[in-house]
């Protein structure tokens, strides 16, 4: 069985590479499994959350994102808490989330590849408003410019900026771990492709995904694995 402790601890730097299933433990729903955001006969969401729409019906957009995706009363879990703790020593996070509990659990070391939805501004003027404002209305009232979420929708590319932070991270490290995720959604899964070729790779995930070859993977609950990890790197 991999020995998760002993590899962070043999590391000189450690980068996470996460998706939903982080979140799920602080009462995020997912994105793909039954119940989750996907899971939604009546709407396609990647419709619903895309740069089209929101160009095209921007109150629509604003309805979707704001009944679905917004989840203010969550709050870090043991996995984000022990991965804070370990990349602020040696290491980085690279998320597909977008709801900021990596930041709220203190990492400081953080690439949110697709964005943080509770940054929010006016596409007219650029100006920057909180997301409580953005609940109530998308509209800026000074310019009558549409707000939204500082997010990346289907149909945008990834900021070259972030997408750069992201290669640095990976490439640095390693130690890779990848954690809660099914790893299908690219560009994300092809960033694996930039691990240096002697670094350790692990997955932490309920069920076994596609990894490359001599990776390790860990099955199962990543909230117990994660709580078994020490306190203290």
């Not at 419709?47 to 095209?56: F, P, V």
């Not at 990492?107 to 650029?126: M, P, S």
């Not at 408003?129 to 310019?143: I, R």
Request: proline residues 4%; charged residues 20%.
């Amino acid at each position: 069985m991999f020995d998760l402790q002993a590899a962070i601890d043999a590391a000189e730097y450690v980068t996470f590479m996460t998706g939903a299933g982080v979140s799920t433990a602080s009462g995020i729903p997912d994105y793909r499994s039954k119940g989750g955001l996907y899971d939604n006969d009546s709407e396609r969401p990647e419709y619903a959350l895309s740069h089209d729409n929101l160009q095209a019906h921007h109150q629509h957009f604003h309805d979707w994102v704001v009944a679905n995706m917004y989840h203010p009363e969550a709050r870090p879990n043991v996995i984000h808490e022990r991965m804070a703790a370990i990349t602020n020593q040696k290491g980085a996070i690279v998320t597909q989330n977008v709801d900021g509990l990596d930041r709220q659990a203190g990492a400081k070391h953080v690439v949110e590849f697709h964005g943080n939805l509770y940054r929010i501004y006016c596409q007219t003027c650029g100006a920057q408003t909180d997301y409580q404002h953005y609940l109530a209305s998308d509209v800026h009232e000074a310019d009558g410019g549409i707000y939204r979420p500082d997010i990346v929708l289907y149909g945008e590319p990834i900021n070259n900026a972030v997408a750069d932070a992201a290669i640095r991270a990976i490439s640095q490290a390693d130690l890779l771990i990848v954690v809660g995720t099914s790893f299908q959604v690219y560009p994300f899964a092809g960033l694996i492709g930039y691990a240096r070729p002697d670094a350790t790779l692990v997955a932490v995930n309920k069920e076994p995904i596609a990894l490359p070859s001599g990776a390790h993977m860990v099955v199962g609950d990543a909230t117990a694995t994660f709580g078994q990890l020490r306190e203290d790197d």
